[in-house]
């Protein structure tokens, strides 16, 4: 059975930083793109951050660029987000993600974690 779990959320100030990461179980997900997803209540999911199997390829969202890291560790099937510079705007709930290369529709979901940033 395929798993995604999230870790790392928590309650952190204004300027603070957080690392989220993804643990995946179940089946490698070496050759798939993996990506991070936010919602916030009353707000539609915002895409934050891809990467490629092999991390040669990212992309962020303007929201997050600069201040937000993606990186994976396929010898452990496990992806991470590094937070810096955090904002009281960046609280949600936070999701990875899964989807096969050349497929548009992410396949495997995490439950989420929340990251709540205090002013």
């Known amino acids: 059975q395929v798993q995604l779990v999230e870790s790392g959320g928590g309650l952190v100030q204004a300027g603070g930083s957080l690392r989220l990461s993804c643990a995946a179980s179940g089946r490698t997900f070496s050759t798939w793109l993996m990506g991070w997803f936010r919602q916030a209540p009353g707000k539609e999911r915002e895409s934050l951050a891809e990467i490629s199997w092999n991390g040669g390829n990212t992309y962020y969202a303007d929201s997050v660029k600069g201040r937000f890291t993606i990186s994976r560790d396929n010898a452990k099937n496990t992806m991470y987000l590094q937070m810096n510079s955090l904002k009281p705007e960046d609280t949600a709930s936070y999701y990875c993600?899964?989807?096969?290369?050349?497929?548009?529709?992410?396949?495997?979901w995490g439950q989420g974690t929340q990251v709540t940033v205090s002013s």
């Open positions: 993600a899964v989807r096969r290369a050349g497929v548009k529709e992410y396949d495997y």
